[in-house]
């Protein structure tokens, strides 16, 4: 799905351009630096899990192993190990929603900031990631263990709403 989110930006970008100047006006290094940073957010998110393991709480059974893994250079075997432990990580550093409203802010704040193609790829596509993450999750109490209170069910959907907005904003300024 994010990559169908990157894939609509590029048509719009491409049609926009092409009905501006032609084949000749089009943006090609430029979209392709938006895709690469888009890739480079998107997998950005996955190191959560790694810092976790490494950092975060180093002596959980599943990131020791995971450490060991890495200490005999085995890396396929300690990222394989890292994806299937990765539902029993509960306080990921970037997985929580203070960290997602952050990111899409300033995903925002790129966009229209900022002429690097890349960095807002970058911004967008781990905003993006982790708002679909969001999303998705089944347990969505597990992304505010940073406040020390409860959030309701109504507290958690504006969150969302607001979050998803922030994301709409970022990823209609990349299609300009």
Same mark, same amino acid.
């Given at each position: 799905?994010?990559?169908?989110?990157?894939?609509?930006?590029?048509?719009?970008?491409?049609?926009?351009?092409?009905?501006?100047?032609?084949?000749?006006?089009?943006?090609?290094?430029?979209?392709?630096?938006?895709?690469?940073?888009?890739?480079?957010?998107?997998?950005?998110?996955?190191?959560?899990?790694?810092?976790?393991? %490494?950092?975060?709480?180093?002596? +959980?059974?599943?990131? !020791?192993? #995971? /450490? $060991?893994? =890495?200490?005999?250079?085995?890396?396929?075997?300690?990222?394989?190990? %890292?994806?299937?432990?990765?539902? +029993?990580?509960?306080? !990921?550093? #970037? /997985? $929580?929603? =203070?960290?997602?409203?952050?990111?899409?802010?300033?995903?925002?704040?790129?966009?229209?900031?900022?002429?690097?193609?890349?960095?807002?790829? #970058?911004?967008?596509? =781990?905003?993006?990631?982790?708002?679909?993450?969001?999303?998705?999750?089944?347990?969505?109490?597990?992304?505010?263990?940073?406040?020390?209170?409860?959030?309701?069910?109504?507290?958690?959907?504006?969150?969302?709403?607001?979050?998803?907005?922030?994301?709409?904003?970022?990823?209609?300024?990349?299609?300009?």
């Amino acid at each position: 799905m994010p990559f169908g989110v990157l894939g609509l930006v590029l048509a719009v970008r491409v049609v926009r351009e092409y009905l501006g100047a032609g084949w000749a006006g089009l943006n090609y290094v430029g979209n392709i630096w938006l895709a690469v940073g888009w890739g480079m957010g998107y997998w950005l998110a996955d190191i959560d899990h790694l810092f976790y393991a %490494l950092v975060c709480n180093p002596q +959980e059974l599943s990131c !020791m192993r #995971v /450490r $060991n893994e =890495l200490a005999n250079h085995r890396w396929r075997s300690a990222w394989q190990m %890292l994806k299937s432990s990765a539902g +029993e990580r509960t306080r !990921m550093p #970037v /997985r $929580n929603v =203070l960290t997602g409203l952050i990111v899409a802010v300033m995903a925002v704040w790129v966009v229209t900031s900022s002429g690097s193609t890349i960095a807002s790829g #970058v911004a967008v596509g =781990l905003s993006v990631r982790l708002l679909l993450e969001f999303w998705q999750a089944s347990d969505w109490k597990k992304w505010y263990w940073l406040f020390a209170r409860e959030f309701s069910s109504k507290e958690n959907t504006l969150v969302k709403w607001v979050w998803t907005l922030l994301v709409v904003v970022a990823v209609a300024g990349l299609a300009r």
